[in-house]
């Protein structure tokens, strides 16, 4: 496994299944002695990742009537 350029490597996707690494991932980097340990963080599982990355984006354009509608196909 190789550095590239820009500073970054890529986990074989064996490893990242293993962990549960999926894009977006958000992981801890800690250098002990000459090694590198890669880890996700305590606490903050792939839910809590999702519920981060919408928190703040919805609009309040729709009422639930509304969204009924559109997902049933009324409109």
Do not use: H, W
Not at 27 to 40: A, D, F, H, M, P
């Amino acid at each position: 496994m190789k550095i590239d350029t820009d500073g970054k490597i890529t986990i074989p996707p064996n490893i990242q299944s293993q962990l549960g690494f999926r894009p977006g991932t958000e992981v801890q980097l800690e250098v002990v002695g000459n090694t590198l340990r890669i880890r996700k963080p305590q606490g903050f599982s792939r839910g809590r990742q999702m519920i981060a990355a919408i928190r703040g984006k919805a609009t309040n354009r729709l009422t639930t009537n509304d969204i009924i509608q559109l997902t049933r196909g009324d409109r």
